[in-house]
T-cell receptor, first 115, second 112 residues
Framework: DAGVIQSPRHEVTEMGQEVTLRCKPISGHDYLFWYRQTMMRGLELLIYFNNNVPIDDSGMPEDRFSAKMPNASFSTLKIQPSEPRDSAVYFC?????????????FGPGTRLTVL | RKEVEQDPGPFNVPEGATVAFNCTYSNSASQSFFWYRQDCRKEPKLLMSVYSSGNEDGRFTAQLNRASQYISLLIRDSKLSDSATYLCVVNSFSGSARQLTFGSGTQLTVLP
């Protein structure tokens, strides 16, 4: 079975550029989560969707960050403009209603470096 | 005060040792609790849920103390492959929104 797929796996960009991270959740999962992990702050929940609808975006750091889920099999996290402090590993995770919804399956992450 | 606090370690233990990790949480309305494991440069993976009655999975035992807002993970007979960072996770509900909060993790190294 394919797990959560994220692309790109690594991204290096310059400050001020737009960055788009992509995620394909596990087929049939109806929850999708975006996290950011840094050494200083650990793993932080940015936003999550249920049935493609954003439910809680209180973790999104500021207006430079936006996330969309146009359909059940695809989500994007966009940073525009990017800043060096955005450098982190960004994880996408999915889970399914009906089981233990807190069993989240994480993708391999996108390692973002903003120079 | 952080919502979920863990001793960051590192814990360096010999193979075969028993090691215990603790985690405290500040939101008394928290509803469910988990331990995740994260290997170096990999994604977190669910290790086990934590139930009020305590639960065991092979060499791993998890316990919850709601009165003290405290969660623990005990690993018996440590293996080299247990080396990883262990994340305590607390789930709370605020209205219709879930709040999943991860601890910063406890690093374990099992030495030969």
């Amino acid at each position: 079975d394919a797990g959560v797929i994220q692309s790109p796996r690594h991204e290096v960009t310059e400050m001020g550029q737009e960055v788009t991270l992509r995620c394909k959740p596990i087929s049939g999962h109806d929850y999708l989560f975006w996290y950011r992990q840094t050494m200083m702050r650990g793993l932080e929940l940015l936003i999550y969707f249920n049935n493609n609808v954003p439910i809680d975006d209180s973790g999104m750091p500021e207006d430079r960050f936006s996330a969309k889920m146009p359909n059940a099999s695809f989500s994007t996290l966009k940073i525009q403009p990017s800043e060096p402090r955005d450098s982190a590993v960004y994880f996408c995770a999915s889970s399914v209603q009906g089981q233990n919804t807190d069993t989240q399956y994480f993708g391999p992450g996108t390692r973002l470096t903003v120079l | 005060r952080k919502e979920v606090e863990q001793d960051p370690g590192p814990f360096n233990v010999p193979e075969g040792a028993t090691v215990a990790f603790n985690c405290t949480y500040s939101n008394s309305a928290s509803q469910s609790f988990f331990w995740y494991r994260q290997d170096c440069r990999k994604e977190p993976k669910l290790l086990m849920s934590v139930y009020s009655s305590g639960n065991e999975d092979g060499r791993f035992t998890a316990q919850l103390n709601r009165a003290s807002q405290y969660i623990s993970l005990l690993i018996r007979d440590s293996k080299l492959s247990d080396s990883a960072t262990y994340l305590c996770v607390v789930n709370s509900f605020s209205g219709s929104a879930r709040q999943l909060t991860f601890g910063s993790g406890t690093q374990l190294t099992v030495l030969p």
